[in-house]
Antibody
């Protein structure tokens, strides 16, 4: 079955760089159509899509956060990594990775999600 | 401010029917892009509830249904049950260049009275 799991630091200081890893199983990111996204949710607030990487190594970023984000994949390890630079307390959130796999990007939906990892930004 | 607008809260008694609206614009729902819905139970990750406007993944009860018209979409829940108490989010694609590509609504908290 498909599973995803996020890992990374629970606490980062302002201005530091956050690195999160999504380790997945049950599918391969080398399969045509497969994609993994990062999505975050500040406490008590709504979901926000951050970045997506596809099987062909194409990458898409939220316009508002594009300058701070980098997404990459290691297909052999079944991992996707997100880095976010210059962390700020407003970036405190639960960070999720999620799979999507439709043929058209316009129709993308997230069918499997990790459990999420809470990242707190504080000095 | 979310690109897709949802009511902050809705409520209903057990057995009743409730609907949750999701209003977008000409750069997302109105452009013909599909709408998807997620259910987030307290303290858990979101779960796909409806995809492609009106399709239910395997295992989702047929009490849940989705529809789309113009620049809006709706999620309907019939035969409301206590276990339906959760946050619900709509999601679509947005083609404007001023924001993210895949967008969510602000979420709606469903309370079962």
């Amino acid at each position: 079955q498909v599973t995803l799991r996020e890992s990374g630091p629970a606490l980062v200081k302002p201005t530091q760089t956050l690195t999160l890893t999504c380790t997945f199983s049950g599918f391969s990111l080398s399969t045509s159509g497969m994609c993994v996204s990062w999505i975050r949710q500040p406490p008590g607030k709504a979901l926000e899509w951050l970045a997506l990487i596809d099987w062909d190594d194409d990458k898409y970023y939220s316009t508002s956060l594009k300058t701070r984000l980098t997404i990459s994949k290691d297909t052999s390890k079944n991992q996707v990594v997100l880095t976010m630079t210059n962390m700020d307390p407003v970036d405190t959130a639960t960070y999720y990775c999620a799979r999507s796999s439709t043929g058209s990007y316009y129709s993308h939906y997230f069918d499997y999600w990790g459990q999420g990892t809470l990242v707190t930004v504080s000095s | 401010q979310s690109v897709l607008t949802q009511p902050p809260s809705v409520s209903g008694a057990p057995g009743q029917r409730v609907t949750i609206s999701c209003t977008g614009s000409s750069s997302n729902i109105g452009a013909g892009y599909d709408v998807h819905w997620y259910q987030q139970l307290p303290g858990t990750a979101p779960k796909l509830l409806i995809y492609g406007n009106s399709n239910r993944p395997s295992g989702v009860p047929d009490r849940f249904s989705g529809s789309k018209s113009g620049t809006s979409a709706s999620l309907a829940i019939t035969g409301l049950q206590a276990e339906d108490e959760a946050d619900y989010y709509c999601q679509s694609y947005d083609s404007s260049l001023s924001g993210p590509l895949w967008v969510f609504g602000g979420g709606t908290k469903l309370t079962v009275l």
